[in-house]
């Protein structure tokens, strides 16, 4: 399974990013795709998530900001990033889980950066 992720960059306050992570080499329609990130010297924090059956999560910190979405098929998902803050710097990291029943499996994306600074 390989995840690719890209979007990521320097923006502004206010401004907007898109994220998008494709995945491949898997063939489980039952699964979910989202987002997590990780800033220096704090644990990792969950972000967003979308199951292949549509249904969505976020992070509180996020709501109403972020948007996340995905194309079946083309096994790729989507973080539309609004109304950024300075807060919301970070690497995030794309998940795929696979949701094997008992023995549910999750991979992870490289990190993309993104800058909110003036």
């Known amino acids: 399974v390989q995840l690719v992720e890209s979007g990521g960059g320097l923006v502004q306050p206010g401004g907007s990013l898109r994220l998008s992570c494709a995945a491949s080499?898997?063939?489980?329609?039952?699964?979910?795709m989202g987002w997590a990130r990780q800033v220096p010297e704090k644990g990792l924090e969950w972000v967003s998530g979308?199951?292949?059956?549509?249904?969505?999560y976020y992070a509180d910190s996020v709501k109403g900001r972020f948007t996340i979405s995905r194309d079946n098929a083309k096994k790729t998902a989507y973080l539309q990033m609004n109304s950024l803050k300075p807060e919301d710097t970070a690497v995030y990291y794309c998940?795929?889980?696979?949701?094997?029943?008992?023995?549910?499996?999750?991979?992870w994306g490289q990190g993309t950066q993104v800058t909110v600074s003036s």
């Open positions: 080499g898997f063939t489980l329609s039952s699964n979910a």
């Open positions: 979308i199951y292949s059956d549509g249904r969505t």
């Open positions: 998940k795929l889980s696979l949701l094997i029943p008992l023995t549910p499996v999750d991979y």
